[in-house]
């Protein structure tokens, strides 16, 4: 993307229409402005899911009742929560614990899945974007 947005920027620079020069630079700047924007939400943004005693706040502030979910899946670093009905993982019900924080994390998983009487599987899933 930054290539095209390259080239185009150099034929509109030395391009004869002053029309297309100065709409071009505008429309370069607004796509240059959010590929910054993109970048920096995901560099410093913390994405956050909060376990509660009956109930998960996902990173986009909806709340999840634990009768809601089925199961909790564990690849790796990755885990994920899947709602009954739905065959991907909502992008939002996905997180990763900090570096230092994993087995702490882990075990409240574990502890919260206990609690709510709900599966815990080690295995690959996909999410829904």
Known sequence: ML?????????GI?????FFKYSLIV???FILGYIVFLIWRLFFTKPSITLESDHVISTKNQ?????QIECIYVN?????IKLYGKRLVPMDLCFYFQRGQES??????????ARNDKEIKHKLFQTLG
Do not use: Q
């Open 27 to 29: 429309i370069l700047t």
């Open 104 to 113: 702490a994390g882990v075990k409240a998983v574990h502890e919260w899945a």
């Open 63 to 67: 709340r999840y009742d634990a009768s």
């Open 14 to 18: 030395y391009g004869k229409n002053g």
């Open 3 to 11: 290539v095209i947005e390259a080239i185009l920027f150099r034929e």
């Open 76 to 80: 790796y670093r990755r885990i994920g």
